[in-house]
């Protein structure tokens, strides 16, 4: 399983974009790189995936370079209720598609 | 997105007890998973299945025991619960395929006395 790297922390201000960067240096070549956000009590909520270039929903955008070797989460204009630990994983179907969570980007938004 | 569902929410119960966490998913998914998880720390899966019939212990071994009779049903089962086992239980499903996400239920926060 790919491990990933990923801040301990950051901290913005309402309205700002967020980018949080994730570093895979081993991702294979059938792994997909998938964000999940969590709030406390709750479990973890999926965001966004992609396997190269850029995808985009109606939450967030996903920029991967060609090597693939990182990856990085965009959250426009953040608010206060994105305040939250966002997961960056890579995840190919192996063995379940088994997830390895890390410790995760703490973010914390404010007024 | 995946409906699944974690009863009950929070449970405070004695040393010794025997203890059944529930999950259950409307989507049809054939992959199932437990994590456990202490507060402000990292999941750690415990239990995970392929399908009916199946099921592989996790990264993190666990006391607790799975079951996978229905394709929809995955209980997890703590037959003499002690305060060790004290965490939030969170369930997960996805269905088969490279790279396909996992869909979280709200997880049972169990506080063994």
């Known amino acids: 399983l790919a491990k990933t790297t990923q801040p301990i922390s950051m901290d913005s201000y309402e309205g700002q974009e967020v980018n949080i960067t994730c570093s895979h240096n081993?991702?294979?070549?059938?792994?997909?790189i998938t964000w999940y956000q969590q709030f406390p009590s709750q479990g973890p909520r999926f965001i966004i995936q992609g396997y190269k270039t850029k995808v985009t929903n109606e939450v967030a955008s996903l920029f991967i370079p060609a090597d693939r070797k990182s990856s990085t989460l965009s959250l426009p204009r953040v608010s206060l209720s994105d305040t939250a630990v966002y997961y960056c994983l890579v995840v190919g179907n192996n063995a379940g598609n088994m997830l390895t969570f890390g410790g995760g980007t703490r973010l914390m938004v404010k007024p | 997105e995946a409906d699944i569902y974690q009863t009950p929410r929070y449970l405070v119960i004695g040393t010794g007890k025997k203890i059944t966490l529930e999950c259950s998913q409307t989507m049809g998914h054939d992959k199932m998973y437990w994590y456990q998880q202490d507060p402000g720390m990292e999941l750690h899966l415990i239990h995970y299945s392929y399908g009916v019939n199946s099921t592989e212990k996790g990264d993190l071994s666990s006391e607790s025991t799975v079951s996978r009779i229905r394709t929809e049903h995955f209980p997890l089962t703590l037959e003499s619960a002690r305060p060790s086992h004290t965490s939030q239980y969170l369930c997960?499903?996805?269905?088969?395929?490279?790279?396909?996400?996992?869909?979280f239920g709200d997880g049972t926060r169990l506080s063994i006395l």
């Open positions: 997960a499903s996805s269905k088969s395929g490279d790279g396909q996400p996992q869909h």
């Open positions: 081993n991702i294979a070549t059938n792994d997909y």
